[in-house]
């Protein structure tokens, strides 16, 4: 398994730190009154995780280290992000980044969970960082494992592109420093049987460009990347059809790990052949185990506009 020092990662983190700093954004920090968090969407989540949840953002909008920290598993715990290429394989690699990062936080800063989707063995996360935290706003799907109560792996997704793509490619690591894996080798899947099941039949479907019998008939599919969002069967499955062959998470990818219950959670996804290698797809399960929302994300920053452009083409209707 590659990994990079944890030097490499602090001072990232300490970049980040930097610009997160500026006067113009700390004034504007100070001037903000208390702002209320946007209703979570649990419906799809057992009690039990969103409870393990929700404290972990508590404890982290809190800017506390060691409250954040009680949150995950000592052994095994891995911490990525997927976009950036950041690594950090222990919990005291992880502490040190929030020991260092923490204490420059504003009191207005948040960090929010939106959508909550498994149980309390693995989830899908959807979640916010607001722009005091990092300069700009983070809008992120994660993959999390639990242990005992604990997050044993976490895996963050999100898109370069909204955060700025100077700004993001100044601070990913570069390819070669890019873990080969993200210790779900360790952790192992969780997920139950029937969301393994549901993510092949639609990792499949995507990759072969027909989703017949997979969708609700009012779902939606939802892409942050492109910023699009397509409602319902029909249109899904048309879409899809159009654009199997390029999509990043459509033809020539595998899944890397999976997450969640019987009512939806989601998988991660690589792709070599592709310009962007991975992502995550989330979805949501009605009780005949259609699905009736998907959300994916993945590092648009990778593409240039061109190319963005023709993927968005394939949204156009005819």
């Known amino acids: 398994m590659r990994r990079f020092a944890r030097r490499s990662v602090l001072g990232g983190m300490g970049a980040i730190a930097a610009t997160t700093l500026t006067a113009p954004l700390a004034a504007a920090a100070a001037a903000k009154t208390s702002v209320p968090n946007p209703a979570l969407d649990d419906s799809h989540a057992t009690p039990r995780v969103t409870r393990l949840v929700t404290s972990l953002f508590r404890d982290k909008t809190s800017r506390s280290v060691d409250g954040t920290m009680a949150h995950f598993s ?18 005291e690699a992880l502490r040190a980044v929030f020991a260092q990062y923490m204490p420059t936080w504003p009191v207005t800063a948040r960090s929010y969970p939106t959508k909550i989707i498994g149980d309390e063995r693995s989830a899908i996360v959807v979640f916010t960082d607001s722009p005091e935290l990092f300069g700009h706003e983070i809008r992120l799907i994660a993959a999390v494992d639990f242990r005992d109560g604990r997050v044993a792996r976490q895996v963050d997704y999100w898109d370069g592109r909204h955060f700025g793509i100077e700004a993001t490619n100044q601070l990913r690591v570069t390819q070669t420093q890019f873990p080969l894996t993200y210790g779900e080798e360790v952790v192992g899947e969780q997920s139950s049987p029937v969301l393994r099941q549901v993510a092949a039949s639609l990792h499949a479907a995507l990759g072969a460009g027909d989703t017949a019998g997979l969708f609700t008939p009012d779902a939606t599919f939802e892409d942050l990347a492109l910023r699009t969002r397509l409602a319902g069967a029909q249109a899904i499955g048309a879409y899809v059809t159009r654009a199997f062959r390029t ?12 997450v969640g219950s019987h009512q939806g959670g989601g998988y991660e996804w690589i792709n070599e052949g592709n310009g962007v290698n991975h992502g995550i797809v989330a979805f949501e399960l009605d009780e005949h185990q259609k699905i009736s929302r998907l959300i994916t994300t993945w590092d648009g920053s990778r593409l240039d506009d061109t190319t963005m452009t023709a993927h968005l083409a394939d949204t156009l209707e005819r």
């Not at 992000?81 to 222990?90: I, N, Q, S, V």
């Not at 999509?247 to 999976?258: D, E, K, N």
């Open 74 to 91: 000592r052994n095994p715990m891995f911490y990525t992000d997927a976009t950036l290429g950041w690594y950090m394989p222990t919990w």
């Open 247 to 258: 999509l990043p998470y459509g033809a020539g990818s595998a899944i890397r790990h999976t």
